[in-house]
């Protein structure tokens, strides 16, 4: 994780921008003098929103972040009126967390506001908020989102210089078939079910279990992948209970050292999401245990029990992706490698242009976009290369994949780097290396054969050489990609 690539610093800086939004949303709510329920409302609500909000232009992240109270105002209102009244609550839970999970078919802006309106339902039985209080809410949550805003779009806007993590893969299909749908569907199950085994164990802390449930399936698109996230939370809570212990426990709630170690479980949180969902955990739950001392009740029995509700939680989540309208890793893994291998064409198309002369031509932003999709596939085979999974023979096909993908990224960055020479240009053998690339990526797209040029260049021409490479790497993909019959092969 702390040598995982961070290309600008883009993680340390969101991550440095996240601790002072958070801090400046709990600083405002504490001089305007709200209770300390409203302080932890606004700082959970300004990290929501600076998390949670990942359009791929400032002006849609201006608009998801205004649309915020829309969503969670008025499931706010509903968890404190409902408060007290068991039967009601949990069915207007539900209720919400279908919704939250069909709202991803709108894109990133849904999938924001799913999580924030989910969010408010779950805040409020965190901190037993009734409607008294409300007005309160209103307060903090409101001022939390303009701090987050004005750090986020005045004080500290950060430029992207790639694009935004790739969404999941749009398969084709309506109604039960449209792979968001039935994640509604997976997600409220196993929400349903955790509810009850969670207040089996605890009327009161039994909304972890749910939490659980919700957090394992955000960004997740087949069963593979839920159940690695799943048990990648059930490490990541294990590890944090255990530094809570030591850390959080011992503080006895004191402020200072209490916020300043929230500072670093919220920088953390940030820091690690991208590249290990295990680490983020650890910082979550060690921020948990330290807002737990701040309330005053924190003891290592609510420890063991956040751990035993997570464990439902996680259990839940695995018996629905595989019982309920379940969505196959083959698919996902599908849908993302012909992407990248699209991708792969694109920026070839891009290169030859430029080595044609065309001065509109920029394969530059297809590279950034190739990086991220091929950590998306890293994503989404990631069960299949999981050290527990008993199948080496898949899991030996799907390294071999993703090494393959790699060399072709290698090559295609090495290719662009050169066409971006002015001396590049304007060189038949280039561009028509170049169309023999394309006619490759739409055999493996499109089911024909590869059939590869071999007969490389000398080492003295550079572009050549890396044009070769990626050639030779789409013809080895040919074989780990197709049974003999030509079907996809990694993932089924």
């Given at each position: ?48 929103a600076l998390f949670t909000v990942t359009d791929a232009t400032v002006r ?26 068991a039967p009601v609550r949990d069915v207007a839970f539900l209720a919400v ?396």
């Open positions: 994780m702390f040598v995982a690539p961070d290309p600008g610093r883009l993680r340390l800086r969101n991550a440095t921008r996240a601790v002072i939004g958070v801090a400046s949303a709990v600083a405002v709510s504490e001089l305007c003098g709200l209770s300390l329920t409203a302080s932890i409302t606004a700082g959970l609500a300004a990290l929501l849609d992240q201006r608009i998801t972040t205004a649309l915020l109270p829309v969503a969670g105002f008025p499931v706010l209102a509903l968890a404190t009126a409902l408060h007290g009244i967390v279908f919704c939250g999970v069909y709202a991803r078919r709108w894109g990133p802006r849904g999938h924001a506001l799913g999580i924030f309106a989910f969010m408010n339902f779950f805040i409020t039985q965190f901190l037993h908020a009734v409607p008294a209080q409300l007005p309160e809410l209103y307060t903090a949550v409101g001022l939390a989102l303009v701090t987050a805003g004005a750090t986020r779009f005045v004080l500290w806007p950060i430029e992207r210089h790639t694009p935004p993590a790739a969404a999941p893969p749009a398969l084709p299909g309506s109604g039960l078939a449209r792979p968001t749908t039935r994640q509604a569907f997976q997600v409220t199950a196993a929400s349903a079910v955790a509810l009850l085994v969670g207040q089996l164990l605890s009327e009161e802390r039994w909304y972890w279990a749910v939490g659980t449930v919700w957090w394992i399936f955000v960004n997740t698109a087949s069963r593979g992948e839920t159940l690695v996230r799943g048990f990648r939370r059930v490490v990541g809570t294990v590890t944090g209970i255990a530094v809570g212990l030591l850390v959080a426990i011992p503080l006895h709630g004191a402020p200072a050292p209490t916020a300043a170690l929230v500072a670093v479980c919220v920088f953390g949180i940030f820091y690690t999401a991208a590249v290990s969902y295990s680490w983020m955990m650890l910082a979550v739950t060690v921020m948990v245990s330290l807002l737990y001392g701040l309330l005053g009740v924190l003891d290592p029995g609510l420890l063991e029990l956040r751990l035993a509700e997570t464990g439902v939680g996680a259990l839940c989540a695995a018996l629905a992706v595989a019982l309920v309208l379940p969505v196959t890793t083959h698919a996902t893994n599908d849908v993302w490698i012909q992407r990248a291998l699209r991708c792969v064409h694109a920026c070839t198309v891009e290169a030859a242009r430029r080595l044609a002369g065309a001065v509109d031509a920029d394969p530059a932003p297809r590279v950034a976009e190739l990086e991220q999709l091929l950590a998306r596939v890293r994503l989404s085979v990631a069960p299949l290369v999981h050290p527990l999974n008993p199948m080496l023979g898949r899991k030996r096909r799907a390294r071999h994949v993703l090494a393959l993908l790699d060399d072709c990224a290698r090559e295609v960055r090495g290719l662009v780097a050169v066409a971006a020479d002015p001396e590049a240009s304007h060189d038949a053998r280039l561009a028509m290396a170049c169309r023999r690339v394309e006619a490759a990526v739409e055999a493996l797209t499109e089911g024909g054969d590869v059939l590869v040029q071999t007969d490389g260049p000398s080492a003295s021409e550079p572009v050549l050489a890396h044009l070769h490479g990626l050639e030779r790497a789409l013809a080895e993909l040919a074989r780990p990609l197709r049974t003999p019959s030509g079907s996809p092969l990694v993932g089924a």
